[in-house]
């Protein structure tokens, strides 16, 4: 099983950035998809979810800005991010569960700085 995330770059405070992460070794249209992030120094915490039937989820430090999508065909899922903040720089990574099993990418660096 593999998650391969990507797009995460250094960007301005009011700018945007889309993440992806492929899935390779799961049957991914079966799978909740999940985003987290963790900054230096704290733990790491949800972003938002979106189910197999693409019901989606967000916590409130994002809802309004950030919006997770997936793509079953291509077995990947998007992390579209808008107004993004300086307090949203963390490594995010990409997850992938399914009932007992859970399968977490290596991480993609957001960096919100002017």
């Known amino acids: 099983v593999q998650l391969q995330a990507s797009g995460g770059g250094l960007v301005q405070p009011g700018g945007s950035l889309r993440l992806s992460c492929a899935a390779s070794?799961?049957?991914?249209?079966?799978?909740?998809m999940a985003w987290y992030r963790q900054s230096s120094g704290n733990q790491r915490e949800l972003v938002g979810t979106?189910?197999?039937?693409?019901?989606?989820n967000y916590a409130d430090s994002v809802k309004g800005r950030f919006t997770i999508s997936r793509d079953n065909a291509k077995k990947t899922v998007y992390l579209q991010m808008s107004s993004l903040k300086p307090e949203d720089t963390a490594v995010y990574y990409c997850?992938?569960?399914?009932?007992?099993?859970?399968?977490w990418g290596q991480g993609t660096q957001v960096t919100v700085s002017s």
């Open positions: 979106i189910t197999a039937d693409r019901r989606t």
């Open positions: 070794g799961i049957t991914f249209s079966f799978y909740r």
């Open positions: 997850n992938a569960a399914l009932e007992s099993r859970i399968h």
